[in-house]
Structure formats: C-alpha cells, structure tokens
C-alpha cells in the first residue's frame, strides 16, 4: 500500500477505532488515557487555548512528535479530553426517570462548573462530539426514559431539552464566574456595585417595572444552585405533564 493510499484510509477511520488498536511497543510510556489527563491538567488550570501540542509534550516529558502515534491534532486532543471527563459524569441507575434526569442535569452541572472549558466547545464540537464515554451517559439517560411508552423520537426529544437547560444555564454561570475573575469581583455585592451606575439609570427610566421589583424583593440573587434546581424541576414538571408520568 502507497503512503498516500495509507493516509487517505487512516483520515476515515475514526479516533475510538484507531486508539482500539495495539499501541506501538516503543510508546508504551505514552497512552491516550496519559495525553488525555495531562491536557485536561491544563484546561482546568490555564484555560483551553494553553493546550498546544508542544505544551503536552513538555508536560508529558516527551518528544513534540511523539503525541501524534495516537493523536492527528488538537481536534483528537479535545476529543480525548472530552471523553475523560464525561467518564466522571454519572446516571444513576434503579431510580425512576426523574430521579436519573435530574442527577444527570446536576452531575452535568458541577461536570462544567470543574471543567469550565467545557463551555468553550464551539456549537459544532458541543453536538458532534462523540465519545464513547460520552455515548455512555446518553445510553443510561436513554434507558432511564425507556418503559415509559414514548417513542424514539420523544425520548431524545426528552432528553435534549433537559440537556438544553442544564447546558445554557450551566454556561451562563460559568460566563458570570469568569467576568468577575477578569474583574477582580469577589461577590454578587461587588458586581452590583460597579454595575449600580448604569442599572440606577435603566430603572430610573420606568421602563422596567417588572425588573424593579425582581431587584427589589429577591432574595436568591446570588444562589446560583437555588436557581438552577429550581428552573431544573419546572422543566421536569412540565416533562412530567406531558407525559403523564
């Protein structure tokens, strides 16, 4: 076989299929599973733009080169960081249907909230990538659902939209965390004081009379968790109504 034909075969099998088989003896040092944890290291610490392949392989103690017997890029890269971490994420099994989707919202929840480049994934690398960890989660949610007389359709349409809250609110928390970082906030008192300007104006128009109140009356503003269970058991109720469960 040509180099060429080779590499044309290789770019259409996939990264699960090729880490499946044996790894090169003289790379024994280097696995999927050490390259996946070092990267990860990294994100969590740095942020995902730190994760290069010259700065794996320093970290890994390695050739630059050596990474790419397994990996093709830094596309391969964050797929395998990917599926480590969602092999931390759990679905209870032996509970009703509920019960498994609201663990897998707050598992996924504090998943983020300790890997927040998980909110940096593109809106493409959010929805296509697939891991085998990350299959895995969805096969347990999915049989949670199963037995409840929805079709196929209904139980993705299911799980989608209580994956659509977690991830939205999960992102918008994790956007608020990083603000105040960038800004050297400690608090939602802090916040709200450098922002007392502009909101004094706004609400001083009348225009929002419904926003007063919510900033006057609420007492919750800064219980990220309250909020998200709260939302999270609405969308379940909503769930539940429509399907008679």
């Given at each position: ?36 944890a070092a990267a990860v290291a ?51 099994a032996g509970t009703d249907w ?39 989660v969805t096969e347990r949610a ?104």
């Amino acid at each position: 076989m040509t180099d060429r034909k080779k590499g044309e075969d290789e770019a259409v099998v996939s990264l699960w299929e090729r880490l499946e088989r044996p790894a090169p003896t003289r790379a024994a040092a280097l696995t999927p599973q050490r390259i996946a944890a070092a990267a990860v290291a990294i994100a969590d610490a740095e942020g995902l733009d730190a994760v290069t392949m010259r700065r794996l392989a320093g970290t890994l103690g390695v050739a630059p080169m050596a990474a790419y017997r397994y990996v093709s890029g830094k596309d391969d890269i964050l797929a395998l960081m990917v599926d480590l971490v969602y092999g931390e994420l759990e679905v209870p099994a032996g509970t009703d249907w509920r019960q498994s989707m609201r663990a897998l919202a707050l598992n996924t929840r504090d998943l983020m909230l300790g890997h927040p480049w998980l909110a940096r994934l593109s809106e493409p690398q959010a929805v296509l990538e697939l891991t085998p960890n990350r299959m895995a989660v969805t096969e347990r949610a999915l049989t949670a659902l199963d037995g409840l007389g929805l079709d196929a359709d209904t139980m993705m349409s299911v799980l989608q939209t209580v994956a659509a809250y977690t991830y939205g609110s999960t992102h918008s928390e994790i956007a608020v965390r990083q603000l105040m970082e960038g800004q050297g906030w400690t608090s939602g008192d802090e916040v709200r004081t450098a922002l007392a300007p502009q909101m004094m104006w706004l609400m001083n128009t009348g225009r929002y009379p419904a926003y007063l109140r919510y900033a006057q009356g609420a007492q919750r503003k800064d219980d990220a968790r309250w909020r998200f269970e709260t939302g999270l058991d609405y969308v379940l109720d909503g769930i539940a109504a429509r399907i008679g469960a």
